[in-house]
């Protein structure tokens, strides 16, 4: 067991950091019933034995090493992009809530770019292909997905509790 996070919090994050993404992903599980999830970067999956040394001979045989590859240095700050339908849900909260919301769409748009953190109350990767983040505050769920050669982030979509709402 991984402490603070589980497996699938680490596959986001490991898609999410520019500098790892390339790494491939070997996923463990307990609950392996035939079913593998297509997802990018993951080369296969094992079944998650009760004795950790009964698994090393399976690791080994699926082991492949690659050349050197570079690190990548920090590219910046990305673009944040608003489609309309996420951008007019935002002015409907009041005013505090949506000024804390878009300051922390910012922040993600300054840290997606270096390193994200490996835990955050506000902050997730979310797994699959293309990368998204789940940006969460006071309730109001933004999802942006991440383009890394365009170098933005676009929200695609928001979800705002209706008790926000109601607010003045």
């Known amino acids: 067991m991984l402490p603070r996070m589980d497996g699938w919090e680490l596959y986001g994050q490991l898609r999410m950091d520019a500098r790892l993404r390339h790494l491939n992903v070997l996923m463990f599980s307990e609950a ?57 849900p935002l002015r ?19 840290l997606v770019g270096s390193e994200l953190p490996m835990a955050s109350t506000w902050l997730m990767a979310l797994p699959g292909t293309p990368p998204a983040l789940l940006v969460s505050i006071e309730g109001v769920r933004v999802v942006l997905d991440v383009d890394d050669e365009a170098r933005v982030l676009r929200a695609t979509s928001i979800d705002l509790p209706q008790d926000l709402l109601t607010r003045s």
């Open 32 to 88: 392996l019933h035939g079913q593998e999830v297509p997802l990018g970067g993951v080369v296969g999956y094992l079944h998650k034995p009760p004795a950790p040394e009964s698994m090393m001979g399976a690791v080994r045989s699926r082991l492949r090493f690659a050349g050197e590859i570079p690190a990548r240095e920090p590219s910046g700050t990305y673009a944040l992009e608003l489609r309309e339908d996420v951008s007019l």
């Open 92 to 110: 409907l909260l009041p005013a505090p809530v949506g000024h804390s919301v878009r300051m922390h769409l910012l922040r993600a748009a300054e």
